[in-house]
């Protein structure tokens, strides 16, 4: 599985584990629109993924890959929206920044933005906020052929042709 992938899964995991106002209605590869009365809801999408080479003749990267959430909240008042998408995005906030799980799977967060709209057609005031955030980590990939399973040396010395053995299993414990 692609990390990107893992990454998305954990973040997922972690609102759901949070409470927001979503609840359960944390959605990815899911169709747009959703009904006002499931409101609030998220959707989560990694939609860049870069990765940066360490160097010549390696197979590790040092990758970001962006996440984007899009969280939606009808209410009876554009300020009452307004109220909501500031709550709800604090709580996706927290919930993202705090979760041991994600924070332990990355290096850092290193971009994060939000933005929020309301908009009122007659008695429906719908809320959104967009929320990007930069999650960074390393990558590498593993290289073709049989695993190393035990290394098996002798030391010697001028005077001693065998001074000392040793032998390595992996994967030690």
Same mark, same amino acid.
């Given at each position: 599985m692609?990390?990107?992938v893992?990454?998305?899964?954990l973040?997922?995991?972690a609102?759901?584990?949070a409470?927001?106002?979503a609840? *359960? ?5 899911r !169709?747009?629109?959703i ?8 959707? =989560? ?6 990765? *940066? !080479? ?10 970001? !890959? ?6 939606y909240?009808a209410?009876?008042?554009?300020? &009452?929206? *307004? &109220? ?5 995005? +604090?709580?996706?906030?927290? &919930? ?5 799980d ?5 290096c *850092?967060? @290193?971009?994060? !933005? ?9 008695n429906?005031? =719908?809320?959104?906020?967009k929320?990007l ?5 390393? +990558?590498?990939y593993?290289?073709?052929g049989v695993? =190393? ?5 002798t ?14 299993e992996?994967? @030690?414990?």
């Amino acid at each position: 599985m692609l990390y990107r992938v893992i990454i998305r899964n954990l973040a997922i995991e972690a609102l759901k584990r949070a409470g927001t106002i979503a609840g *359960e209605n944390v959605f990815v590869g899911r !169709s747009l629109p959703i009904g006002e009365k499931n409101l609030p809801a998220l959707y =989560l999408q990694i939609y860049e993924d870069r990765g *940066e !080479s360490s160097g010549p003749s390696q197979v590790q990267f040092d990758r970001t !890959s962006t996440m984007g959430i899009i969280g939606y909240v009808a209410a009876g008042t554009p300020t &009452a929206a *307004e &109220a909501q998408l500031d709550q709800f995005a +604090e709580q996706i906030e927290l &919930a993202l920044m705090k979760d041991l799980d994600l924070q332990e799977a990355i290096c *850092e967060v @290193s971009e994060f !933005s939000t933005a929020t709209a309301v908009t009122s057609e007659g008695n429906s005031h =719908l809320g959104e906020f967009k929320m990007l955030l930069g999650f960074k980590y390393i +990558e590498t990939y593993p290289p073709d052929g049989v695993p =190393l399973t035990e290394i098996d040396a002798t030391l010697k010395t001028a005077d001693q042709p065998v001074f000392a053995g040793m032998t390595v299993e992996f994967p @030690s414990e």
